[in-house]
């Protein structure tokens, strides 16, 4: 996986192969077929476990049982984490051969999609009042924005996470929530 996602971002999708792709592994060609019938279902296997929500999947219990505002900013911290610990998928996803892939476009919309309602689900808990949907997913959209806008500004302004990261996700967090209650 590691291999495909550093050749598909330095060479592109199109123009890696499956044999370049096996020598960097160390692998047998054949090996790739074993588990994938085509380059492209080895792309949306790519796309489904680098993804965020993909990288998720042990967290959510965790954050399921938590309260609201303490899973909302832990969330938070793990998309920031995701962010910063995976440019290389990040570039890949929106780079503009991957974009133009309708497939490919279509799975990253709704990670996008579940990763809002994951959001809002938290907000809807934390929310001392009833706020309308489109509000919510105002609100859940612009958490996620926000967070990946600041990490990828701070890691080029820096180059590494900020030390003051997780106080950014809370100030956030809680710009969002009383920015929904507010609108009521």
């Not at 123009?15 to 994938?36: D, P, Q, W």
């Not at 080029?156 to 100030?171: A, C, L, Q, S």
């Amino acid at each position: 996986m590691e291999a495909s996602l550093e050749l598909f971002t330095k060479k592109g999708y199109t123009a890696t192969t499956t044999k370049e792709i096996a020598l960097k592994s160390g692998v047998a060609e054949g090996l790739i077929f074993y588990y994938f019938k085509d380059k492209n279902e080895l792309l949306n296997y790519l796309i489904r476990e680098f993804s965020f929500m993909g990288s998720l999947q042990n967290e959510i219990k965790e954050l399921s049982k938590m309260e609201p505002y303490p899973a909302l900013i832990k969330f938070g911290q793990l998309y920031a984490n995701f962010l910063s610990c995976n440019k290389s998928f990040l570039t890949f996803i929106w780079s503009p051969e991957i974009v133009q892939n309708t497939n490919v476009s279509k799975d990253i919309v709704d990670f996008i999609n579940t990763m809002g309602e994951q959001v809002s689900s938290f907000l809807i808990r934390t929310s001392s009042c009833t706020v309308e949907k489109k509000t919510i997913e105002t609100a859940a959209s612009m958490f996620l924005s926000t967070i990946l806008t600041h990490v990828l500004v701070e890691e080029r302004k820096t180059d590494k996470m900020p030390i003051e990261n997780n106080d950014y996700i809370e100030e956030i967090a809680m710009f969002v929530l009383k920015g929904m209650q507010n609108s009521h």
